[in-house]
């Protein structure tokens, strides 16, 4: 059993929606904050929007106001909702999850396999 399964990448033209999911192991999801993350080729890894499990969420400026991201506690998942997709968007997109200070450092033991997204026309 994996820790961290990313699905619902894609290829999409500019403008368009995608929703990715992330179903994490009860351990990893009951910690303090889960969040998205991508990487695009040849770019350090970047931290796309997180959420505490009370809800307070937080998004690079870069997607501010076109992704959306949301857990469900009883599935032990997490998603991104993104609109208005980019191409700047184009990246291998993961989640992981810790206290808030590992989130931004990116201090994981492991990472799932992420899911790739492509937007292009």
């Known amino acids: 059993q994996v820790q961290l399964a990313e699905s619902g990448g894609g290829l999409v033209q500019p403008g368009g929606s995608l929703r990715l999911s992330c179903v994490a192991s009860?351990?990893?999801?009951?910690?303090?904050?889960m969040a998205w993350y991508r990487q695009a080729p040849g770019e350090q890894r970047e931290l796309v929007a997180s959420?505490?499990?009370?809800?307070?969420?937080g998004y690079a400026s870069s997607v501010m106001g076109r992704f959306a991201i949301s857990r469900d506690d009883s599935a032990n998942t997490i998603y991104l909702q993104m609109n208005n997709l980019q191409p700047d968007d184009t990246a291998v997109y993961s989640c992981?999850?810790?206290?808030?200070?590992?989130?931004?450092?990116?201090?994981?033991?492991?990472w799932g396999q992420g899911t790739q997204v492509t937007v292009s026309s």
């Open positions: 959420i505490t499990p009370d809800g307070k969420t």
């Open positions: 009860k351990s990893i999801f009951d910690s303090y904050a």
């Open positions: 992981n999850g810790g206290p808030p200070l590992a989130l931004a450092r990116q201090e994981f033991d492991s």
